[in-house]
């Protein structure tokens, strides 16, 4: 089985490519997405792995591109979070799979297995856990940035009354009952990136 790995983390990248050499998966790992792209367009591996944070780049909006070139394309997200938002846009993107970094060898040659056998390893449908809108994760993303409601209001024209249903509606589908317990759970859950997190 051929694969091609797209991660950042040379180092993790080049201990995958040696922990595979005694088995029967050759991984041949980049840094760079734009090169990474140019061989996928020369030669189709088995299964293209990708990391879900590429630098400022986003893997799931990478696995589009490569599914929307080459529909045969297998996609698979490596990962150290378990995230429900992962999964989601795991699935959104036409993956085949989302596997923890954390797993042994062992673990992860068998999902790599399954998967180029033709098991997808995702869910056909997404979390039953009420995703978040677009415009309600750019309110919360800018909440937790430190942004008042009146702030946050002016940065995407739109009325102080909007963010604030906005921020009632993420509560409700948080379950949570304030803004700072929405934030927490968002960032743990995946569904915001903030610096420093």
């Not at 595979?20 to 734009?34: A, K, L, R, V």
């Not at 056909?124 to 995703?131: G, R």
């Not at 809108?133 to 009354?161: D, N, P, V, Y």
């Amino acid at each position: 089985m051929k694969v091609y790995l797209l991660d950042d983390h040379a180092l993790f990248s080049k201990s995958l490519e040696i922990a595979f050499q005694p088995m029967d998966i050759s991984i041949t790992s980049f840094t760079n997405p734009e090169f990474f792209l140019n061989k996928l367009k020369k030669e189709q591996p088995d299964l293209a792995l990708l990391d879900i944070h590429i630098g400022e780049l986003s893997g799931f909006e990478i696995s589009k591109e490569i599914i929307g070139k080459f529909p045969n394309q297998k996609v698979v997200f490596l990962s150290g979070f378990d995230l429900i938002e992962y999964k989601n846009e795991a699935i959104k993107s036409g993956a085949w799979g989302l596997l923890n970094k954390n797993v042994t060898i062992e673990e992860l040659y068998d999902d790599l297995q399954k998967i180029h056998s033709g098991t997808n390893l995702l869910p056909k449908c997404q979390s039953t856990l009420d995703v978040l809108s677009k415009r309600e994760k750019e309110i919360l993303k800018c909440a937790a940035e430190g942004f008042k409601q009146q702030e946050i209001a002016e940065q995407l024209h739109i009325s102080r009354r909007t963010v604030n249903n906005h921020l009632v509606s993420i509560n409700n589908k948080l379950g949570v009952n304030s803004t700072v317990s929405a934030i927490i759970q968002a960032i743990e859950l995946g569904i915001i990136r903030v610096k420093g997190y």
